[in-house]
C-alpha cells in the first residue's frame, strides 16, 4: 500500500479580551492579518498546537477551552497562501489567557486586539472563522462547524 496523502491539519485560536476584541496576529509571509495559530506537530494533540502555536506567535499563553469549528481549504479561494497545492484542515479553538508575555516572532509582525466590527485585510479562510467565534459568543448554543 503507498503512503497516504492527506491534507494538512493547522490549529487556530479565537481568544476575546474583556473588550470583547478578537486578538489577531500581522502575518510576516504576507502582511496579512490572522487568527494565532499553525500546523500541527507530529507528537502533540490539536489543542496542544492550538497554544503552542499562540505562544509562539504573541507571547500569550492560553488555555484551550472548546472547539469551534472544522474548516476545509475547499470551501475557500487561496489568494494569498504560497502553497497553493496543499489542502488543509483547520481546527478552530476558543482559548482564554492565563499568562501575558506579548512579543511577535519571524512570523508575526504585529500583535493587536480588533473590535468585531473594526477588521483588518485578513489572511485567507481566517474571516468565517472569526464570525464563527463572534457568533458563539453571541449564542452559547451554536453547535460545532464541520465543513
Known amino acids: 500500500m503507498p503512503k497516504p496523502i492527506t491534507p494538512l491539519i493547522g ?11 478578537v486578538l489577531l496576529i500581522r502575518r510576516s509571509d504576507s502582511d496579512l492579518w490572522a487568527l494565532p495559530g499553525g500546523f500541527n506537530d507530529l507528537g502533540e494533540t490539536p489543542a496542544e498546537c492550538g497554544a503552542r502555536e499562540c ?9 484551550i477551552n472548546e472547539l469551534l469549528g472544522v474548516f476545509s481549504s475547499k470551501k475557500y479561494e487561496y489568494v494569498h497562501y504560497q502553497w497553493k497545492d496543499n489542502e488543509m484542515v483547520h481546527i478552530l479553538f476558543r482559548g482564554t489567557v492565563t ?14 486586539w480588533f473590535a468585531k466590527d473594526d477588521f483588518p485585510e485578513l489572511f ?24
Open 99 to 112: 499568562g501575558v508575555f506579548p512579543k511577535t516572532s519571524d512570523e508575526t509582525k504585529e500583535i493587536r
Open 55 to 63: 505562544l509562539e506567535e504573541t507571547g500569550y499563553e492560553i488555555k
Open 124 to 147: 485567507d479562510g481566517h474571516q468565517k472563522r472569526i464570525e464563527l467565534g463572534f457568533k458563539k459568543l453571541a449564542n452559547p448554543e451554536t453547535p460545532p462547524l464541520f465543513e
Open 11 to 21: 490549529c487556530d485560536t479565537f481568544i476575546l479580551n474583556e473588550k470583547s476584541q
